[in-house]
Structure formats: structure tokens, C-alpha cells
């Protein structure tokens, strides 16, 4: 093969690639590459808010979300105040009762897995301080947490957000 052709031929894979990713982004497709839930692709799914989906969503411009942002927990984006989307699972939603304390975070008095709140997270860094003392969630509010990782930025953090902040609800392709 002469050089022209291995030139035509691998600028039309880069093209095809491309023709690709872009129709993967455009119909809903989301690489993840973070850890708070496992790396991997995602597809955004017409599913209503429930327990146990995994959402992606717009941190609000909250001081706890500044704060991370700046030590290098999120990563600044494409969100409203530059902040890039997050993803986690919904471990409460309306009427449960949640506490959140140095012990980890409660959902309607069960001890979520990973939940204890660490006084320091990927290096030095101090993470933020965030309280509840059975909080009964509102029609707009859910808890996300990370059932992934131990040192996960959710809502250990944050609190409560609130569902106008999520994109959509998002399921594995693999």
C-alpha cells in the first residue's frame, strides 16, 4: 500500500470516528470517566426519579460546590458558573427522613454503605462540613450518594439538591 492510500484510509477512520462520537453525544450518550459511580458509558433514558438511578446533574453555585471546585474535588465545565456535571444515585427522594453526622448518612434510619463523611479527601485537602438531623426531604428535593467510593464528593457534602439542578436519569451501556 502506497503512502496516499494509508493516508486516505486513516484520515476516513478519523472521519468515520468522529461521524460516530458525535452522533454517540448528540443522542444521549455520556462518557464517565470519574469514579463517584463506575467508569465506563452511559445513555441518557427517559426514567423517572427513583431510588437506586443514577442521575447526572448541574451543581448549583453553592458554597460547598465553590469550595471543591477550587481544591480540585469537581472539575470547572460546561454547567451554569462553570462547574462540569456530576453523577451519582439517588439514595432519597420526597418524605424520607435523613440525617447526615460523623457517623455517615442515614435514610430513613438505615446507614448508607461508604457513608461516613472523611475529614480529608484525595490528598489534603479539607472537605466541607455538612449536618442533618432527620430532615424530611421536600416534593423537590433528593439525596445523591456514590455507592462506589469511599471518598466520593455526595451529598455527605452538599446536602440535599434540588431536582431542577438534574439533567436526566442515566443507565450503563457498559
Keep these: 500500500m502506497n503512502t496516499s492510500k494509508a493516508l486516505i484510509l486513516i484520515g476516513s477512520l478519523f472521519a468515520l470516528l468522529l461521524l460516530v462520537c458525535g452522533i454517540f453525544f448528540t443522542m444521549g450518550g455520556i462518557v464517565n470517566t470519574g469514579s463517584s459511580i463506575p467508569s465506563g458509558l452511559y445513555w441518557k433514558v427517559d426514567k423517572p426519579l427513583a431510588i437506586d438511578k443514577t442521575v447526572v446533574f448541574c451543581p448549583p453555585n453553592k458554597a460547598e460546590f465553590q469550595t471543591a471546585r477550587n481544591q480540585g474535588l469537581i472539575s470547572g465545565g460546561n454547567c451554569p458558573d462553570n462547574f462540569d ?4 444515585k439517588v439514595a432519597g427522594k420526597r418524605k424520607d427522613i435523613v440525617s447526615v453526622n460523623a457517623q455517615g448518612v442515614t435514610v430513613n434510619d438505615v446507614l448508607l454503605p461508604l457513608s461516613k463523611p472523611l475529614a ?13 438531623n432527620r430532615y424530611e426531604l421536600k416534593e423537590n428535593e433528593v439525596l445523591l ?13 452538599f446536602g440535599p439538591i434540588n431536582t431542577d439542578q438534574i439533567d436526566s436519569v442515566i443507565s450503563p451501556i457498559f
Excluded at 150 to 156: I, K, L, T, V, Y
Design 145 to 157: 450518594m456514590s455507592e462506589s467510593v469511599e471518598n466520593a464528593f455526595d451529598s455527605r457534602y
Design 85 to 88: 456535571n456530576l453523577m451519582l
Design 120 to 132: 480529608n479527601a484525595k490528598g489534603e485537602q479539607s472537605m466541607p462540613a455538612f449536618k442533618l
